[in-house]
C-alpha cells in the first residue's frame, strides 16, 4: 500500500478539514444531495467540528462536520460511501 498511499496523502496538510459528501443514493445518473453532518454510522473517533450553518437556507442550527484528519479517517468515510 505504500505507494498508493503517497498518492493517497499527498495533498494532505496541516489539520483536518470540514468535509462535505456528495451522496448518490441510486447512481451517479439518479438524484445526488448534499450531506453535511456526520453520518448515520459514522466511528465515534472520527473527529468532528460543530459550525454555525450559513448561506441560501438562512441561519439557525449548526452542523456538525467529520474532519478527515489521517489516513483511518479518509477510509472510514470511503467505506461509508461504498456502502
Known sequence: MGRRAGRFTRHERGPGRPVTFIRYPDGVSGEQ?????????????LP??????????????????????????????????AS
Open 33 to 45: 444531495f448534499f450531506e453535511k453532518n456526520v453520518p448515520h454510522g459514522a466511528p465515534s473517533w
Open 48 to 81: 468532528r467540528v460543530e459550525l454555525a450553518r450559513r448561506g441560501s437556507r438562512g441561519s439557525g442550527e449548526s452542523i456538525i462536520y467529520p474532519l478527515l484528519e489521517e489516513l483511518r479517517d479518509r477510509l472510514a468515510a470511503f467505506r461509508k460511501s
